[in-house]
């Protein structure tokens, strides 16, 4: 026989005597490794793979016996561990495809705990490539307190509760604790470089790899859940990558996430990227030079940067830092005037008829646009000093008996605690 032979025979078992099945396949932990262990081996088999879906997920009177179980031998942890040792892409579908199907199925949680309590997030980061994709996944997924399962033929859907939600708080700890090994796998050179590959933006590069790629994307997930500075080698590191890899809009997405979390919780930690790596500079050459460049996040890093420092007292690093930037203070009406014309309708091109456009030319801290950047607040304004009254006399005049001839007072403000001209 062959894979497809044994998924069709246990599927029929599954579905005709799953009671029988049960009580042999799934009677203990010990019978549950005995019998599903070596089918649980061979996950990375389209076969197998759908197979033991079916397996975990099968809905029966003793259904709830089963999943304890399941549960005792950790039956997630087993199947990632498996994955790691494949490191084949079927194995890390299967993987997530478990994981979608369980935060919508009343009993879920009670196989998903290994998520928060044991060791499946670090083995997944250390497997790496294809790994931290699925730790990704996970967190993405566990966002919000309901899924909504679409129902009927018209657009119809049922909320449930996330199972994966209620682990959150568990997950958050395990992810926090391997954001170590996260920067090790941002900053590792791959295990076998590919040559440098031909591009149309400029000279021969270093493949940037997936793995890279997802490393990068859970650290921006993890500051952005758990908070906490980046180290300094790191933004350098990125920094240089951002300009290298001018056309790798997903990196440059991933940057942007870290560096907007950052702005919003930690700012000082950018002076490493800012001043160190000096990225507003070359963030402005880049912008205003001919050639290809991805001058859409280039724009929109350099907002997110303007909008912080408008709510920013003038005492802190970036105020302070910018204020002295030369390039940045002659580029930054360029910045704003590009940014309204980029919400003009049209993306440039005339659009027949005004009613119904509303177009903001307002793009500072309080307009609807900082409000989509993700900044809240209006712009910072010094407190005015206290006022301060002071009246002066004049001389009465000489001579001339009339009345006009008498003491006047005039009363004069000073603010800011000036002094008033004599």
């Not at 980046?230 to 809009?249: A, C, H, I, R």
Request: proline share 5%; charged share 25%; with cysteine.
């Amino acid at each position: 026989g062959n894979f497809y032979h044994l998924a069709a025979v246990v599927a029929y078992y599954l579905e005709h005597l799953p009671e029988i099945f049960l009580g042999v396949a799934g009677k203990n932990a010990a019978s549950v490794r005995r019998y599903l262990g070596p089918i649980f081996e061979c996950l990375g088999e389209n076969a197998v793979g759908e197979l033991i879906l079916k397996l975990i997920l099968l809905q029966t009177p003793l259904t709830w016996k089963y999943r304890l179980t399941l549960s005792d031998t950790k039956v997630l942890l087993t199947l990632t561990q498996t994955a790691c040792r494949n490191k084949d892409e079927d194995s890390f579908r299967v993987i997530k495809d478990l994981i979608s199907k369980l935060r919508v199925d009343s009993g879920g949680e009670i196989l998903l705990n290994p998520l928060g309590y044991c060791e499946v997030v670090e083995t997944l980061v250390e497997c790496g490539s294809g790994g931290m994709d699925v730790v990704n996944y996970i967190m993405e997924m566990m966002e919000g307190d309901e899924v909504g399962i679409p129902q009927g033929q018209f657009g119809g859907e049922v909320r449930v509760d996330n199972q994966l939600s209620k682990l959150r708080p568990h997950i958050a700890n395990m992810v926090q604790a391997v954001k170590d090994k996260v920067i090790e796998q941002v900053l590792a050179e791959p295990a076998s470089p590919l040559p440098p590959v031909k591009h149309t933006s400029g000279p021969p590069i270093t493949p940037f790899t997936s793995s890279r790629l997802e490393a990068v994307e859970l650290l921006a997930r993890i500051v952005k859940l758990k908070g906490g500075e980046v180290k300094p080698e790191v933004w350098l590191q990125m920094g240089e990558w951002y300009f290298t890899y001018s056309e790798n809009d997903l990196f440059h997405l991933h940057f942007y996430n870290l560096l907007h979390t950052t702005l919003l919780s930690a700012p000082d930690s950018l002076k490493p990227l800012l001043k160190d790596g000096k990225f507003i500079t070359e963030a402005v050459k880049r912008y205003e030079a001919e050639g290809p460049f991805n001058r859409g996040s280039c724009l929109r890093c350099l907002n997110a940067v303007r909008l912080k420092i408008e709510g920013d007292p003038p005492s802190t690093f970036l105020r302070q830092y910018l204020s002295s930037h030369d390039q940045w203070k002659s580029f930054l009406p360029k910045l704003v005037a590009q940014t309204i014309s980029n919400l003009q309708p049209g993306n440039g091109i005339s659009v027949p008829g005004e009613s119904g456009f509303g177009v903001e030319e307002n793009v500072g801290l309080g307009s609807e646009f900082a409000r989509d950047m993700g900044f809240e607040g209006e712009a910072y304004v010094a407190e005015e000093g206290a006022k301060r009254k002071r009246k002066k006399k004049k001389k009465k005049k000489k001579g001339g008996g009339n009345e006009s001839s008498g003491t006047e007072e005039s009363t004069e403000e000073s603010e800011d605690g000036g002094e008033d001209e004599e």
